[in-house]
């Protein structure tokens, strides 16, 4: 939604807040500090709502669940339900993901941040000075800015890469036509959900990664299930590969494979947006890969300027850029010196399965010396057995004093179950508060409720522990025993 146009005698020449970049971390900074009565001005120069609303999480989102409703349409009769040849109309599938787009933007519109208060001036916003940014040429003197202008997808340099129509996470959304060959670059999260969605709907799907599994991020665990489901979806899953050398049809790698496409989605991370907002100018300092550098409170090189979300190399996650604005504006605006907390921030995998990790990663967890694991295999959740979804499992990373510092969880609805998890590592729960905790039966959530018990069942079990109880059970039995007699 473009941002609306600005009259000539509305030109604000001068602002209490500058926010540049109108994605989520900066409609939520601009909207926190409008809130405390000052004049705030957000400069966009195309489209309010950012990646997130138009090119990332929704539109994914929506083709993801697209494309689940043929995945389940086709395995229903696993069930006794049989619903006939599956059929996929792609424009229509597209037609329900802008409808989605459509649905939510009004929230991140113009017309909504001017409703909270915010002036929103459409333009490139270049900084000229430490106190001064222009829009296509026109000043805007701050007190204090706040730069949140995201990042965008990174293009690998590979031979022939520019002579093909490639795909991106920001371009994707445009296709008309359901690819019959798609190639997809890049085995992270981006890459994994496009593949499999793809896939599912009937594309011919090709997978490649460089590292020795898909999500290397996360578990080995975790990589194998799902690159075996990806498998049982259809695509070829192909890692410890590079992509060299790309003509008008055909793809080669490092190790002399050929694989043929229609099309080429490059997933291969991304690169923050800092290049052409004259930083050097302001004084604030970029590192050697583009972010921005940041203290913990977000504060710039520049005590003027903070910046938030995907610019500053922290995890580049939609949830992680809302918190940022919010503080990055309540410092700005209030001189509170609230930190970054880092502390269980959760990351999402959108497969199927989904893969929710927060706090310490299993992978880290293995490699610090007091910290031990506590899997429950979700071939023991009554509800996985009655959805035949049992492939799953919880982790639970604990520390010496039983406390919940990590988790993962793999399986239905995991992005769901994560967010006690996340409660549990922030406010640094032992596994005795989450046992403690009525969770509703039959759940997801009895996978990490479940682990939590089974280890306060084990602390129980130990010989002291076990001999103290025994004794006071006995104790307490003789008491009875008088008490009945007398």
């Known amino acids: 939604m473009k941002a609306r146009e600005v009259g000539s005698g509305e030109w604000p020449e001068k602002a209490d807040l500058v926010v540049v970049g109108g994605g989520t971390a900066g409609i939520v900074a601009a909207k926190t500090a409008a809130g405390f009565g000052i004049r705030v001005v957000l400069i966009e120069r195309e489209r309010t709502g950012g990646d997130c609303l138009w090119t990332g999480c929704v539109p994914s989102k929506a083709l993801i669940a697209a494309a689940s409703a043929a995945a389940t349409a086709r395995s229903a009769h696993h069930f006794g339900v049989d619903v006939g040849e599956t ?6 599938v597209m037609a329900h993901v802008h409808r989605s787009i459509e649905r939510i933007a009004p929230v991140d519109s113009p017309e909504a ?10 333009g ?5 000075s430490a106190d001064t940014v222009t829009v296509d040429g026109r000043p805007v003197h701050f007190l204090q800015a706040i730069i949140a202008t995201g990042a965008r997808p990174t293009v690998p340099p590979i031979t022939g890469l520019d002579s093909v129509a490639y795909l991106t996470s920001d371009t994707l959304w445009n296709l008309t036509s359901l690819p019959q060959r798609l190639l997809v670059i890049g085995a992270g999260n981006i890459g994994c959900e496009m593949a499999q969605a793809f896939a599912r709907l009937g594309s ?9 599994t898909v999500l290397p991020k996360e578990d080995e665990s975790a990589s194998s299930l799902l690159a075996n489901t990806l498998g049982e979806d259809g695509v070829t899953v192909v890692t410890s590969a590079e992509i060299v050398d790309i003509d008008a049809r055909c793809a080669r790698t490092d190790s002399g494979c050929t694989i043929e496409f229609d099309r080429v989605l490059v997933a291969t991370g991304r690169t923050p947006r800092t290049e052409s907002l004259g930083l050097a100018a302001a ?5 050697g890969r583009g972010y921005v550098v940041v203290d913990d409170h977000l504060t710039t090189t520049n005590p003027r300027i903070w910046a938030a979300g995907d610019l500053t190399g922290h995890p580049q996650f939609t949830h992680t850029a809302g918190m940022h604005g919010s503080l990055a504006a309540s410092n700005a605006v209030l001189g509170l010196p609230r930190m970054i907390d880092k502390t269980g921030t959760p990351r999402v995998t959108f497969t199927d399965p989904e893969i929710a990790s927060a706090g310490i990663d299993v992978r880290t967890a293995r490699r610090i010396p007091g910290l031990r694991l506590q899997t429950l295999e979700h071939a023991e959740i009554d509800r996985a057995i009655t959805e035949g979804r049992t492939g799953g499992f919880t982790t639970l990373v604990l520390d010496g004093k039983h406390r919940i510092v990590g988790a993962s969880v793999v399986g239905p609805r995991a ?7 996340v409660l549990a590592v922030k406010h640094g729960l032992r596994t005795r508060d989450l ?7 039959p759940t997801y959530n009895d996978g ?10 084990a602390q129980l079990n130990s010989p002291i522990v076990a001999r103290a109880t025994k004794t006071v059970a006995k104790i307490r039995n003789a008491w009875v025993r008088r008490r009945i007699d007398s």
């Open 283 to 287: 004084g604030v300092s970029v590192d």
């Open 204 to 212: 011919d799907v090709t997978l490649v990664g460089r590292a020795e």
């Open 415 to 421: 992005g769901e179950t994560i967010g006690e998890l």
């Open 124 to 128: 490139n916003a270049v900084f000229t």
């Open 87 to 92: 059929r996929i109309d792609f424009p229509r």
């Open 435 to 441: 046992a403690a905790a009525t969770h509703p039966y």
């Open 113 to 122: 941040l001017t409703a909270a208060g915010v002036t929103v001036v459409p």
């Open 448 to 457: 990490p409720w479940n682990a939590a018990i089974a280890d306060v069942r």
